[in-house]
């Protein structure tokens, strides 16, 4: 029998970045001993308490974000001070040896050769490089040779023309736009992995807080992990244009406290509620082509083309960040998709104005 070898997932936080860089314990010293502030997050606060963090690459919220800032601040220390000093010896050459109005017009004594001045060019540059490289293929195995646990969750994340499907096979949850996951204990591990795949063309999954870009490429299935340590709503974007509404394929990543993951596990599991007041626009979505898309379970509607609809304004936008989840978007949205995302694949399904109150009411009823 194999045995996996238990996830080591990469500390995260000042402290670790300087115990895996003792490099940069000076540059960070620098920034202590002058007091300077963290750099700031933007972050809107919901009437329900769950904060929305802004997509800053610098202030990472987890593994594997933070292996990845811990190596771009190395690499931008590194050629920072590259830029300085060659600079500083291109400016001291223009204001040392500019032309001078006494100048005779001769050509300067020529010096040609300098075994000190090339061994140095020749080989400085080589232990830069090295040490670069070495730091880059250190960074990218901690991140993509960590085997899952057994514990882990595992999500499909699908991308379509223009947004994302996230399908929970453990847990029979089908949702769109919104991927749901919850904390992970930096002292106890519980990463979140995630299959990625494409039904059309090439996109990009990337949150900037938690994770780097991976590509979501037709006919091939790539595999990142998230382990937020922090709970909130985290925003990303398709990375990779794909396109009219690519700049229009937004995401959030909603990470809960345990508890409050399984309470909406068991949400998401039930079926579409039954409401007496919209059994009209039940019917009227039933009869139309939306039933083709569109999956509504408990319904006859078993589209798979389209997100599943089952618990609509459990989300907080529509259209993948189109616009919010409103009832005046939502009705926008449904008289004429393009009026919010142009170019998008739903089309108009022509109703008549009373036919239109009736689906979305009945649309707002999937909670």
Known sequence: MKLMRPMVIP??????????????????????ARRLPPPLTPCTEHANGDHVHGASIFAPAGAPADAIQTLSLFVLAITGIIFVI???????????????????????????????????????????????????????????AAPPPPD???????????????????????????????????????????????????????????????????????????APAQSGTYVGQCAEFCGTQHAKMLLRVVVHPADDFARWVQAQRQPAARNPGAEAGRQVFEATACVSC????????????????????SRETIGAGAAQNDLANLRDWVEDPNRLKPGVLMPAMQLTQPQLDQVVSYLASLR
């Not at 402290?15 to 003792?22: F, G, I, S, V, Y």
Request: some cysteine.
């Open 11 to 32: 500390p995260f936080g000042e402290e670790a970045t300087l115990a895996r860089l003792p490099c940069l314990a000076w540059f960070v010293g620098l920034r202590r």
């Open 86 to 144: 060659v600079g500083g010896l291109m400016v001291y050459c223009l204001v040392r040896y500019r032309r001078r109005s006494d100048d005779d017009g001769r050509e300067p004594p020529q010096v040609y050769g300098s075994n000190p001045v090339e061994l140095a060019w020749t080989v400085v540059p080589i232990i830069i490089v090295f040490v670069l490289t070495t730091t880059a293929i250190r960074s990218t195995y901690e991140i993509q």
């Open 152 to 226: 882990s969750l595992q999500v499909r994340v699908v991308g379509h023309q223009w947004w994302w499907e996230f399908q929970y096979p453990a847990l029979g949850v089908i949702t769109a736009n919104e991927l749901h996951i919850p904390v992970s204990d930096p002292a106890h591990p519980t990463p979140t992995y995630l299959t990625l795949e494409s039904a059309d063309v090439a996109h990009s999954f990337w949150v900037p807080r938690l994770a780097g870009k991976t590509d979501v490429i037709p006919n091939r299935r790539n595999i990142m992990w998230l």
């Open 294 to 313: 569109h999956a509504v379970r408990g319904t006859g509607a078993s589209g798979t083309f389209g997100p599943d609809l089952t618990h609509l304004m």
